[in-house]
């Protein structure tokens, strides 16, 4: 278990409605990684931070923006949900470099947007 | 731009049998991962590869990294049906902040009786 817990895990949200996604990880990691998964996509990054109050955009991160106030929490927010960000979101984290080590993920917040 | 491509995407195996997933990647890295996913669950990392040359083994499943040829594989020995699932393959841009993976679009590997 690698101290990562997401919330909320499952959500329906309205079209045009704000919502947050948290990322909470008990490890003191300083990276953390928010991804989205979609069919024949495999995962995809949005957004990631190396430090309280450092983030820097991933692949996709249009709509989507994120703040990070503390090692432990980051949060990722959309501001207005659309139909395409109907998706599963992984948080990730890295532990400090060093062979062998992995990268580890949360269980996934299941986002629905109608 | 990096790019990841697996094959095959689908894969339906015997017990029994062995086979290959591949991962091609398009640029250079030294570092890749393996993962499994179970429908509805997050991702176990199986392998970290750091260097060319790099082989791993644990059960069934053997990983090796081919840095030159840009190639990894995920092979599978004598598969049974515990090992239905999706598996990625994921390379890292590298620089400092190790972690921003691209990953394949993942093998869905069915194993029957």
């Known amino acids: 278990d690698a101290g990562i817990t997401q919330s909320p895990r499952h959500k329906v949200t309205e079209t045009g409605t704000p919502v947050t996604l948290r990322c909470h990880q008990t490890?003191?990691?300083?990276?953390m990684y928010w991804y989205r998964q979609d069919p024949g996509h495999g995962l995809r990054l949005i957004h990631y931070?190396?430090?309280?109050?450092?983030?820097d955009k991933g692949e996709v991160s249009d709509g989507y923006s994120v703040s990070r106030s503390k090692t432990e929490d980051f949060l990722l927010t959309l501001e207005s949900a659309t139909s395409s960000q109907t998706s599963v979101y992984f948080c990730?984290?890295?532990?400090?470099?060093?062979?062998?080590?992995?990268?580890?993920f949360g269980e996934g917040s299941w986002l629905t947007v109608v | 731009e990096l790019k990841v491509e697996q094959n095959p995407l689908f894969l339906s195996m015997q017990e029994g049998k062995n086979y290959t997933i591949y991962c091609n990647y398009s640029?250079?890295?030294?570092?890749l991962y393996w993962y499994r996913q179970d429908p509805g669950k997050s991702l176990e990392s199986l392998f970290v590869?750091?260097?060319?040359?790099a082989v791993k083994q644990e059960g069934r499943l053997m990983a090796s990294l081919d840095t030159k040829a840009r190639l990894s594989t995920l092979h599978i020995t004598a598969a049974v049906h515990d090992l239905s699932a999706t598996y990625f393959c994921?390379?890292?841009?590298?620089?400092?902040?190790?972690?921003?993976?691209?990953f394949g679009q993942g093998t869905i590997l069915t194993v029957h009786p």
């Open positions: 990730a984290i890295s532990p400090p470099q060093g062979d062998g080590n992995t990268i580890y």
């Open positions: 490890e003191n990691h300083r990276y």
């Open positions: 931070s190396y430090g309280v109050k450092d983030t």
């Open positions: 640029t250079t890295s030294d570092r």
């Open positions: 590869l750091l260097s060319n040359g």
């Open positions: 994921a390379v890292d841009d590298g620089g400092t902040s190790y972690g921003k993976l691209t």
